[in-house]
Structure formats: C-alpha cells, structure tokens
Nanobody
C-alpha cells in the first residue's frame, strides 16, 4: 500500500494550495480518508476527514471554512484544497486511510502516507 502526498510548497499568507494523495495497493473506495499535519515541535493533529463516498466530511475547527477535503474514487486520489492560508498552517501534511469513521485519530489509521511540507510565509 502506498499513499503519496504531493502539492506542498511555499506560499504567502492568504494564498492557496491544493494537496493530493494518490493511493495504490488498496481498494481506495473502501477506505475513509483523512489529512493530518505536524508542525515543528508539535504533535501530529487532525485536519480533515472524508467518508468513502465523499458524502460526509469533518474538519478541525482551526481550518473550517478555509480547507476543503474531497476525493475522486475513479482516480484513487484524495485532495485537500487550502485557501486563505495562515502562518500557523505551516506543517508537514500527511494523508491517511482508515477502516473506521471518522478518520480523525491515529487509532483508526490503517496506512500513513509520506508527508508533504507546506510553508506559509508573511
């Protein structure tokens, strides 16, 4: 199983980025998906989750209204659209697949992807 996150980079505050998570080696449509992040010297935290069909989503309060999680089961890919980025959004972002809903806790994670770094500058 491989979850490959991409799309990170350097962006100014107020800007936007879209992260992608390409999955292989698993039946993507059977898994709930989640995004997590880890800032320097901080613990990994939940960002957003999406159900298998994409019909249900869940967000951390810190990103609600700014970030949108989505998925394309035909392309085996999950996305995280990040708008109005803030300095505190700087972190390594990880995608994860879960067998249970919601995909918001490490306890529910079956597979982790390698992270992609998002740096927000002033």
């Amino acid at each position: 199983v491989q979850l490959q996150a991409s799309g990170g980079g350097l962006v100014q505050a107020g800007g936007s980025l879209r992260l992608s998570c390409a999955a292989s080696g698993l039946t993507f449509s059977r898994y709930r998906m989640g995004w997590f992040r880890q800032a320097p010297a901080k613990e990994r935290e939940f960002v957003a989750a999406i159900s298998r069909s994409g019909g249900s989503t869940l967000y951390a309060d810190s990103v609600k209204g700014r970030f949108t999680i989505s998925r394309d089961n035909a392309q085996n890919t999950a996305y995280l659209q990040m708008n109005n980025l803030k300095l505190e959004d700087t972190a390594v972002y990880f995608c994860a697949s879960c067998n249970n809903w919601p995909c918001r806790s490490s306890i529910n994670v079956d597979y982790w992807g390698k992270g992609t770094l998002v740096t927000v500058s002033s």
